[in-house]
């Protein structure tokens, strides 16, 4: 082996240990950062050559400084410079993150002379000869003995008698796999032993399950999960065609980052899941993307100021807004229902004869009342119900102006307790009986809609305008 020169930094880190240079001398770039012509000069089998046997040598010598490592751990040298433990202790020597230096120590006392015995109790260190000795060769790295220690200190007690089989086994494929491959055939390999406790893991991912999104300042959706294996390999599976580069166009790849591609692929999932008769239906209609917006807005191209200031349509699943361009877009997508609004915000009318209300009934009432009308309802999504102001069989028509959407509850509470329905400017009002307000005082119903926003918005549309009782800033005009 070429002798290595060592070499310390005059001025260290506080809590940083010496600087060890792996070089060569020869190897080390000369004054100005330019390598020497013995590198340069290399032929390309040289070159391969020479890169193994560097690797080889960092793993030896990595090795050596694990028995350094268990020799200080014994000594409980930690103690005396104040640490609270070896690993505390080497994180601040080596500049090493804590994980990284748990780990080292654990491979460390593992793989020493004085290490416990494999047929130890269940829960101590193993012992990993075999993986010795692959580390002092050089033919596996740190990596590779983490796979094999953790396999080994989750064998369970009836298996723990053949741990220097899976030990010889793991090693072995170590020397021609990567560790995240190896990691594959130790799970594989704790499957086959151990019978509860693979099932008892699956179990506590299934628990531990979650998917959290949120919309973040900016507007974009923030979505986090942790998925269970089968969910997670369903994923994968349906993500992975979906977001495949692009073939080459004349010569130029996919211009698109692995992050941009997932996330194309992931809406072109949910356009495909929205689109099959698969999905359950609310209030009888498939799940799809709904879009209020101004007709006129969406009639007219937005070119000033003034006609931007209520230009925006709202997407009735997230209540953020998209521009009238967009919405003329994915307005032209047959997988779109675009709920057109007239002037007062309100679903324009589109009467039928028909008792049951229709789909585009529906759409136009839950754009207008949400899941129900009724005032204060927390009612979650779910399958409300189209209920007739004016009885249809007393001559009430299915129309959005004689009808509302109710939740299950509050559509007993209606007929039962006979609240009474009237529309104010297009809007339910809720009149109480005398039994539940003495005074029957009406309560308005339904929800918001943008028409509210643009006038709350008006304001923006005149130049250097201020909102109604507001001062002007201090320093303006």
């Avoid at 032993?193 to 507007?219: C, I, K, M, N, W």
């Avoid at 698969?278 to 009888?284: D, K, L, N, S, Y």
Wanted: net charge neutral; glycine share 8%; aromatic share 4%.
């Amino acid at each position: 082996m070429t002798p290595l020169t060592t070499t310390q930094d005059a001025t260290p880190a506080a809590g940083a240990g010496t600087v060890v240079s792996a070089l060569p001398a020869w190897d080390m770039p000369a004054p100005g950062g330019s390598w020497p012509p013995a590198v340069t000069s290399y032929t390309d089998e040289e070159l391969t050559a020479r890169i193994g046997q560097l690797e080889r040598e960092i793993r030896q010598t990595r090795m050596q400084q694990l028995r350094l490592i268990a020799e200080a751990d014994r000594r409980r040298l930690h103690a005396t410079q104040g640490a609270r433990s070896t690993q505390a202790w080497l994180k601040c020597l080596l500049n090493i993150d804590g994980p990284e230096a748990t780990a080292r120590v654990r491979i460390a006392t593992a793989t020493a002379d004085s290490a416990v015995d494999n047929t130890g109790a269940a829960g101590t260190d193993v012992h990993l000869p075999a993986t010795a000795r692959a580390l002092t060769d050089g033919v596996i790295a740190l990596p590779h003995a983490q796979v094999i220690s953790r396999c080994l200190a989750r064998l369970p007690e009836h298996a723990r008698y053949r741990a220097d089989e899976v030990e010889r086994l793991l090693v072995e494929h170590a020397c021609r796999q990567c560790p995240s491959e190896l990691a594959k055939l130790a799970d594989r390999v704790r499957y086959m032993l151990d019978r509860d406790g693979p099932v008892a893991d699956e179990r506590a991912q299934f628990e531990s399950r979650e998917l959290h999104y949120a919309t973040a300042r900016d507007g974009m959706l923030v979505i986090k999960a942790r998925l269970d294996r089968e969910t997670g390999a369903k994923f994968v599976t349906a993500l992975q065609p979906l977001a495949a580069p692009r073939p080459e166009t004349d010569g130029t790849k996919d211009p698109r980052t692995a992050g941009q591609r997932n996330a194309d692929g992931l809406s072109t999932l949910l356009d495909l899941v929205l689109d099959t008769d698969g999905m359950p239906r609310t209030g009888g209609q498939k799940p799809h993307l709904t879009v209020t917006i101004d007709y006129t807005d969406l009639k007219n191209q937005v070119h000033t100021a003034k006609d931007a200031a209520g230009g925006a349509g709202q997407l009735e699943a997230t209540g953020q807004h998209l521009s009238p361009d967009t919405i003329r877009r994915i307005a032209c997508d047959c997988d779109v229902l675009p709920i057109v609004l007239g002037g007062d915000g309100l679903p324009l009318d589109v009467g039928t004869t028909q008792r049951t209300a229709p789909t585009h009934i529906r759409a136009a009432l839950l754009a207008r009342d949400g899941a129900c009308a009724f005032p204060d309802c927390d009612h979650p999504p779910g399958t409300p119900q189209a209920h007739h102001v004016v009885h249809w069989a007393d001559g009430g028509p299915t129309s959005v102006d004689n009808m509302i959407m109710l939740c299950p509850q509050h559509h007993r509470t209606t007929h039962n307790q006979h609240w009474r329905i009237e529309f104010h400017n297009g809007r339910p009002v809720f009149i109480p009986p005398a039994t539940a307000d003495p005074t029957r005082t009406p309560r308005p119903g339904g929800k918001a809609q943008p028409a509210a926003h643009r006038h709350a918005l008006h304001h923006l549309a005149t130049p250097g305008g201020t909102p109604p009782g507001s001062r002007p800033r201090k320093g303006t005009r």
